[in-house]
Protein backbone atom coordinates (compact mmCIF):
# COMPACT_ATOMS: atom_id res chain seq x y z
CA UNK A 1 0.00 0.00 0.00
CA UNK A 2 1.34 3.41 -0.90
CA UNK A 3 1.83 5.99 1.77
CA UNK A 4 -1.08 8.38 0.05
CA UNK A 5 -2.92 5.28 -0.06
CA UNK A 6 -2.81 4.68 3.84
CA UNK A 7 -2.86 8.34 4.31
CA UNK A 8 -6.43 8.05 2.40
CA UNK A 9 -7.53 5.23 4.69
CA UNK A 10 -6.69 6.80 7.40
CA UNK A 11 -9.00 9.73 6.64
CA UNK A 12 -11.51 7.92 5.67
CA UNK A 13 -11.63 6.42 9.44
CA UNK A 14 -11.12 9.51 10.91
CA UNK A 15 -14.21 10.39 8.98
CA UNK A 16 -16.38 7.64 10.13
CA UNK A 17 -15.35 7.75 14.01
CA UNK A 18 -16.13 11.81 13.73
CA UNK A 19 -18.92 12.24 11.17
CA UNK A 20 -20.94 14.13 13.93
CA UNK A 21 -18.58 16.77 13.86
CA UNK A 22 -17.76 19.45 11.17
CA UNK A 23 -15.64 18.14 8.73
CA UNK A 24 -12.57 20.26 8.77
CA UNK A 25 -10.97 19.41 5.05
CA UNK A 26 -8.03 21.60 5.86
CA UNK A 27 -6.98 19.57 8.81
CA UNK A 28 -7.89 16.11 7.12
CA UNK A 29 -5.44 17.41 4.19
CA UNK A 30 -2.25 18.74 6.23
CA UNK A 31 -2.91 15.06 8.22
CA UNK A 32 -2.20 13.77 5.08
CA UNK A 33 0.47 15.61 3.97
CA UNK A 34 -1.76 16.82 0.65
CA UNK A 35 -3.13 20.29 -0.56
CA UNK A 36 -6.48 20.61 -0.06
CA UNK A 37 -7.47 20.26 -3.64
CA UNK A 38 -5.54 17.48 -4.14
CA UNK A 39 -6.64 15.46 -1.37
CA UNK A 40 -10.31 16.05 -2.37
CA UNK A 41 -9.27 14.66 -5.49
CA UNK A 42 -7.39 11.54 -4.04
CA UNK A 43 -10.11 10.71 -1.99
CA UNK A 44 -12.95 11.24 -4.67
CA UNK A 45 -10.53 8.85 -6.95
CA UNK A 46 -10.00 6.02 -4.77
CA UNK A 47 -13.78 6.12 -3.15
CA UNK A 48 -16.14 7.21 -5.50
CA UNK A 49 -17.57 10.71 -3.47
CA UNK A 50 -15.77 13.42 -2.00
CA UNK A 51 -14.95 13.64 1.69
CA UNK A 52 -18.09 15.55 2.42
CA UNK A 53 -20.25 13.23 0.70
CA UNK A 54 -18.84 10.61 2.50
CA UNK A 55 -19.75 12.33 6.09
CA UNK A 56 -22.80 12.97 4.89
CA UNK A 57 -23.64 9.14 3.81
CA UNK A 58 -22.04 8.13 7.12
CA UNK A 59 -24.58 10.60 9.01
CA UNK A 60 -27.62 9.17 6.88
CA UNK A 61 -26.79 6.05 7.43
CA UNK A 62 -26.69 6.64 11.53
CA UNK A 63 -29.39 8.44 11.23
CA UNK A 64 -31.12 5.30 9.66
CA UNK A 65 -30.61 2.92 12.42
CA UNK A 66 -31.67 6.06 15.28
CA UNK A 67 -34.81 6.02 13.34
CA UNK A 68 -35.38 2.24 12.86
CA UNK A 69 -34.68 1.88 16.70
CA UNK A 70 -37.57 4.43 17.01
CA UNK A 71 -35.95 7.71 18.22
CA UNK A 72 -37.79 10.65 16.96
CA UNK A 73 -36.45 12.93 13.70
CA UNK A 74 -35.53 15.64 15.59
CA UNK A 75 -33.42 14.16 18.00
CA UNK A 76 -31.79 11.85 15.16
CA UNK A 77 -31.15 14.96 12.90
CA UNK A 78 -29.16 16.67 16.67
CA UNK A 79 -27.54 13.14 17.10
CA UNK A 80 -25.86 12.61 14.02
CA UNK A 81 -25.11 16.28 13.76
CA UNK A 82 -27.39 18.22 11.85
CA UNK A 83 -27.85 21.57 13.04
CA UNK A 84 -30.66 22.51 10.90
CA UNK A 85 -34.22 19.45 10.70
CA UNK A 86 -35.03 21.07 7.24
CA UNK A 87 -31.83 20.47 5.70
CA UNK A 88 -31.68 16.48 7.11
CA UNK A 89 -34.98 15.90 5.89
CA UNK A 90 -34.34 16.96 2.65
CA UNK A 91 -30.61 15.35 2.06
CA UNK A 92 -32.15 12.13 4.09
CA UNK A 93 -35.03 12.55 1.34
CA UNK A 94 -32.99 12.54 -1.36
CA UNK A 95 -30.53 9.95 -0.17
CA UNK A 96 -33.05 7.33 1.11
CA UNK A 97 -36.42 7.76 -0.78
CA UNK A 98 -38.54 8.75 1.86
CA UNK A 99 -38.42 11.28 4.27
CA UNK A 100 -37.31 10.54 8.02
CA UNK A 101 -40.75 10.38 9.52
CA UNK A 102 -42.19 7.71 6.72
CA UNK A 103 -38.95 5.93 7.07
CA UNK A 104 -39.36 5.95 11.13
CA UNK A 105 -43.07 5.02 10.76
CA UNK A 106 -42.33 1.94 8.54
CA UNK A 107 -39.29 0.52 10.66
CA UNK A 108 -41.44 0.78 13.92
CA UNK A 109 -44.43 -1.14 11.68
CA UNK A 110 -42.46 -3.42 10.25
CA UNK A 111 -40.99 -4.17 13.86
CA UNK A 112 -44.04 -4.19 15.35
CA UNK A 113 -45.16 -7.03 12.70
CA UNK A 114 -42.49 -9.02 13.15
CA UNK A 115 -42.41 -8.81 16.98
CA UNK A 116 -46.69 -9.20 17.57
CA UNK A 117 -47.72 -10.72 14.77
CA UNK A 118 -47.50 -14.38 13.87
CA UNK A 119 -46.26 -14.83 10.11
CA UNK A 120 -49.30 -16.54 9.02
CA UNK A 121 -51.28 -13.26 9.94
CA UNK A 122 -49.31 -11.22 8.22
CA UNK A 123 -49.59 -13.52 5.10
CA UNK A 124 -53.38 -13.71 5.56
CA UNK A 125 -53.54 -10.06 5.25
CA UNK A 126 -51.02 -9.71 2.31
CA UNK A 127 -48.68 -7.88 4.21
CA UNK A 128 -44.98 -8.45 2.60
CA UNK A 129 -42.53 -8.44 5.36
CA UNK A 130 -38.75 -7.56 3.91
CA UNK A 131 -36.03 -10.13 4.55
CA UNK A 132 -38.37 -13.00 5.08
Known amino acids: MSAETHCLVLARAHIERHFVETLDIAELSRQTHLSWFYFIRAFASAYGITPH?????????AARLLLAQGTAVIRACVDVGFSSPSSFSALFRRRVGQTPARYRARAMRQYLAQRYVPYCFLCAAGIQMEGV
Open 53 to 61: QFAMECRIR
